[in-house]
């Protein structure tokens, strides 16, 4: 099993453009999440799901959108960059309470 | 003032030293979770517990439900526990599938 996938690993992007970060799971886990991670702050919770067409926001929703079309794929849309997403970006997912994380997403909005 | 607070923030320790890391939290919480982010970033879940005491190796990590705090301590340490290891903590009430995260104590173990 590959556990908790993500895609990209790295991006630059400039401000005002859009991308989309893709989250995939094989283990079957009806939660899934976004989290992003700063230099100084523990992580934060940005968009979360309970289940395949659900989402939900976490602390820090603002700029970002997600889709769970898919059980298996959590994706992380910005729409507009901008230099404060400059960020770490980590999914993870979980049957119960213990979340299993993917490698992170380094991203950085010049 | 963060919910939940770790401490020390930076650590360094020699090879087989026995290391405490502890965390606070100022809330009721229905568990506790440990993970360790190894410097390449990924993140692993070590421990989930409610009270009492887990060990798995040379990790143990223990909780006090009343006084509020838990502990994660190394043993003979070795240079590939330097990690940065954190600590969450899931809310008695609300959606308690969120976790609140500590900013992590950056442990540093030299040969």
């Known amino acids: 099993n590959a556990g908790v996938t993500q895609t990209p690993k790295f991006r630059v992007l400039k401000t005002g453009q859009s991308m989309t970060l893709l989250c995939a799971q094989d283990m079957n886990h009806e939660y899934m999440y976004w989290y992003r991670q700063d230099p100084g702050m523990g992580l934060r919770l940005i968009h979360y799901s309970v289940g395949e067409g659900t989402t939900a926001k976490g602390e820090v929703p603002d700029g970002y959108n997600v889709s769970r079309l898919k059980k298996q794929n959590f994706l992380l849309g910005l729409e507009s960059a901008a230099p404060s997403q400059t960020s770490v970006y980590f999914c993870?997912?979980?049957?119960?309470?213990?979340?299993?994380f993917g490698p992170g997403t380094r991203l950085t909005v010049t | 003032k963060n919910e939940v607070e770790q401490s020390p923030q930076n650590l360094t320790a020699q090879e087989g030293e026995f290391i405490t890391i502890n965390c606070s939290y100022s809330?009721?919480?229905?568990?506790l979770h440990w993970l360790q982010q190894h410097p390449g970033g990924g993140i692993v879940s070590l421990f989930m517990?409610?009270?009492?005491?887990k060990k798995h190796g040379r990790l143990i990590a223990t909780i006090n439900i009343q006084e509020k705090h838990s502990s994660l301590h190394i043993t003979a340490s070795h240079p590939r526990d330097s990690a940065v290891y954190i600590c969450a903590v899931r809310y008695n009430a609300g959606n308690n599938r969120k976790l609140i995260w500590g900013l992590g104590t950056s442990l540093a173990v030299n040969p």
């Open positions: 517990l409610s009270s009492g005491k």
């Open positions: 809330v009721g919480i229905s568990a």
């Open positions: 993870a997912s979980s049957a119960s309470y213990e979340q299993y």
